[in-house]
């Protein structure tokens, strides 16, 4: 034999090794790729060691397969645009009752309220390596996101002697981490009981033909479902099935960025329960055509958040009878849920759409280029969900204007708009706002912030400093 034919004879039986390692692997997963058009994982496979491929399996069971079932049925078409445009409905800040505020105090003291928060997100964008809500914003104790809204719990659950239920969804890359940074500061404050960490879905980023990518050499590349994934996981840990069981009526759905996101707000829940509200999401108006926000809509009747992109020039300038923009109410992603209502959209099979985004992500590249391994930069399709699309399916479907001063403190970018910088700003207006109601001189503050722990309205606050008239100089602490 020579040596050209002993090298062929080796390749054979290596070949023929790797065909007998794949067969072992489970045969649901090989019939899953073949059915869902991933036959290249298994040609991948076939070049793997059994200590990689055991691996690589590991990663391919991870995945919920009929993802590829709803974006085939599903998948949201997000140029499309048509259909009749007109006014949601939406409560004005002038118009709130006192009648709205007692109705939602009420349910309140009736332990009828949840809250949600999503915070899947990471610093990055901050310089900051670990989970957002890890971040220290507070301006002079340097407490971080998560204990401000921890403490916004805490403080509603001591208000009227419940334990409010405090649902906190992650993502891959910030459960574990998250989880740890609640246990090691024993909770806030908060009982374990009631904080409840669930983790967002993760699904498959694609290539331009459909096909899965891979991130390593044995693992497939994904990413995380969107916010929408809320919905999708509330239901997958049994989270509404308790909450329903348990007498839960009302959602406060924030995301963790917001620092002033509130979790006690009685007319958001009072006006639910007078108008008999499926969803209610919280709107500020624009301060001008060119802003770049989701706007809250009706198309065809139904109200749903669209992006300021798909509206044409001439609906962007619109103006009403009053001389308002028409279309104007801008998406806070703050909302509120009915409990009832979720869990009638998790009955009767309701699956949030998928929407797709095109970005370019590093991807092994030995699936092209064989035997070379390593990554290289390729498009990659993402696909997420949007908790928003519940909007449209709603019976009773509302808006309701907040002040941005009082609730909207985004905390995103390093520098420059919804920054470290913006959110300081923000609170302290906020907080000498409240000194100056109660008759404190503030001129010579350098600095002011108040824990949630003594207040988190400057109703709250009047009762919790009555008639103090003291002079606050430098920085200030509030707790």
């Known amino acids: 034999m020579n040596e050209v034919q002993c090298i062929s004879t080796l390749l054979r039986e290596s070949t023929r090794d790797r065909i007998v390692k794949v067969s072992e692997m489970d045969e649901t ?82 332990g009828q309220v949840a809250v949600v928060m999503v915070a899947g997100g990471q610093g990055s964008r901050l310089g900051y390596s670990g989970p957002k809500g890890c971040y220290s914003i507070g301006a002079v104790s340097n407490k971080s996101v998560y204990q401000y809204h921890a403490e916004k719990v805490l403080a509603l659950s001591r208000r009227y002697q419940k334990a409010v239920p405090f649902l906190i969804m992650t993502s891959a890359a910030t459960h574990a981490e998250t989880k740890s940074f609640f246990e090691s500061h024993e909770m806030f404050g908060l009982e374990s009981e009631q904080v409840s960490f669930f983790q967002q879905g993760m699904v498959p980023t694609l290539d331009d033909q459909g096909k899965v990518l891979l991130s390593s050499k044995t693992s497939l590349m994904c990413n995380p479902d969107g916010h929408g994934g809320c919905f999708t996981a509330l239901v997958r840990e049994g989270l509404l099935e308790r909450l329903k069981r348990d007498g839960y009526k009302h959602l406060v759905y924030l995301q963790v960025d917001n620092i002033l996101g509130p979790v006690f707000d009685p007319d958001l829940i009072g006006y639910a329960i007078q108008e008999s509200a499926d969803v209610i999401t919280k709107v500020v108006e624009k301060t ?12 065809d009747g139904k109200d749903q958040i669209l992006e300021y992109i798909h509206l044409t020039e001439t609906q962007n300038q619109e103006r009403a009878e009053d001389g308002r923009l028409r279309y104007r109410w801008g998406n806070t992603a703050m909302h509120y849920w009915s409990i009832d209502y979720l869990w009638d959209s998790h009955a009767s099979g309701y699956h949030l759409p998928f929407h797709k985004s095109r970005k370019a992500v590093s991807a092994y590249a030995d699936l092209e280029n064989k035997g070379t391994g390593g990554n290289k930069s390729v498009e990659g399709i993402k696909h997420e969900r949007f908790i928003f699309d519940l909007l449209p399916r709603a019976g009773v479907s509302l808006g309701m204007e907040i002040s941005r001063e009082l609730e909207f403190a985004p905390l995103k970018n390093a520098e420059g708009a919804d920054s470290v910088e913006t959110v300081h700003e923000l609170t302290d207006g906020l907080y000498r706002s409240w000194l100056q109601a109660a008759g404190a001189s503030t001129d010579e503050l350098t600095r002011i912030e108040v824990s949630p722990l003594l207040a988190t309205s400057q109703s709250e606050f009047l009762e919790t400093w009555p008639k103090r008239t003291e002079k606050l100089q430098g920085e200030v602490y509030l707790d």
Do not use: C
């Open 29 to 110: 997963i090989l019939s899953l790729l073949r059915e869902k058009g991933q036959a290249h994982l298994i040609e991948h496979a076939e070049m793997l060691s059994p200590e990689e491929q055991q691996a690589f399996e590991k990663s391919l069971t991870s995945i919920d397969w009929g993802f590829f079932d709803e974006i085939a049925a599903s998948d949201a078409d997000d140029e499309d645009v048509s259909g009749e445009l007109s006014e949601s409905v939406v409560l004005d800040l002038s118009d709130r009752a006192p009648s709205l505020s007692d109705a939602g105090e009420q349910a309140y003291k009736d």
């Open 288 to 299: 001008k055509p060119e802003e770049k926000v989701g706007l809250l809509v009706r198309r």
